[in-house]
Nanobody, 129 residues
Framework: QVQLVESGGGLVQAGGSLRLSCAAS????????MGWFRQAPGKEREFIAA????????YYADSVKGRFTISKDNAKNTLYLQMNSLKPEDTAVYYC??????????????????????WGQGTQVTVSS
């Protein structure tokens, strides 16, 4: 099992930036991909970005492409999400997730939350207008 702890959330004005971190521990050797999701009040959990842990292939939702950047530090077992040009509609709880089971066809359903079997507790991001 992989344990995930997010940090870096907070309150920021529209147009500002934040960087989220996700520290992974435990059976990290089994992780083949990680991702960021978010959930706003009254809405379903939404895919934001993902990265394959070995090859470093990245994937983004259209809503954040060009504004958010996902990256990783394998040596530190840490995942990052750099968020620039933030908008009020980016306000949500942001979750880090790890995929450790069955990497088959990950490249076609990386955005599906069910692909990920380990989740962090979430960190709140609030963007004021």
């Amino acid at each position: 099992q992989v344990q995930l702890v997010e940090s870096g959330g907070g309150l920021v004005q529209a147009g500002g930036s934040l960087r989220l971190s996700c520290a992974a521990s435990g059976a990290t050797f089994s992780t083949y991909a990680m991702g960021w999701f978010r959930q706003a009040p009254g809405k379903e959990r939404e895919f934001i970005a993902a990265i394959s842990w070995v090859g470093g292939n990245t994937y983004y939702a259209d809503s954040v492409k060009g504004r958010f950047t996902i990256s990783k530090d394998n040596a530190k077992n840490t995942l990052y999400l750099q968020m620039n040009s933030l908008k009020p509609e980016d306000t949500a709880v942001y979750y880090c997730a790890a995929a450790t089971l069955s990497p088959t066809n990950y490249y076609v359903d990386y955005a599906r939350s069910g692909r990920y079997d380990c989740w962090g507790q979430g960190t709140q991001v609030t963007v004021s207008s």
